[in-house]
Nanobody, 122 residues
Framework: QVQLAESGGGLVQPGGSLRLSCAAS????????VGWFRQAPGKEREFVAR????????YYADFVKGRFSLSRNNAKNTVFLQMNTLKPEDTAIYYC???????????????WGQGTQVTVSS
């Protein structure tokens, strides 16, 4: 059973940056899609970005385009979410997930991490 572990969250001022990591253990990302989602207090979980491991293609929600970017370390089976120009509305718990289908629907992702808190505040 694969386990996903997010890290890198924290408190940052508006306009700042954070880099989140999602590491897989007990399994690999090869052949899968790795998605990032977030959930703010009182709101539903929403899609942020995804990376298709087989071809490296990335997709982003409109509200993060130009600010967030995905990258990966193949050897370490890790995906990174670089978040720049952070805004208070980016405050949420960020989750990574592994799935078989390239989608923005969280229901199509089978394996999830525990999440990491990102707080953007002055």
């Amino acid at each position: 059973q694969v386990q996903l572990a997010e890290s890198g969250g924290g408190l940052v001022q508006p306009g700042g940056s954070l880099r989140l990591s999602c590491a897989a253990s007990g399994g690999i990302f090869g052949g899968y899609v790795v998605g990032w989602f977030r959930q703010a207090p009182g709101k539903e979980r929403e899609f942020v970005a995804r990376l298709d491991w087989s071809n490296g293609r990335t997709y982003y929600a409109d509200f993060v385009k130009g600010r967030f970017s995905l990258s990966r370390n193949n050897a370490k089976n890790t995906v990174f979410l670089q978040m720049n120009t952070l805004k208070p509305e980016d405050t949420a718990i960020y989750y990574c997930a592994r799935g078989n289908a390239g989608s923005s629907l969280d229901m199509l992702y089978e394996d999830w991490g525990q999440g990491t808190q990102v707080t953007v505040s002055s």
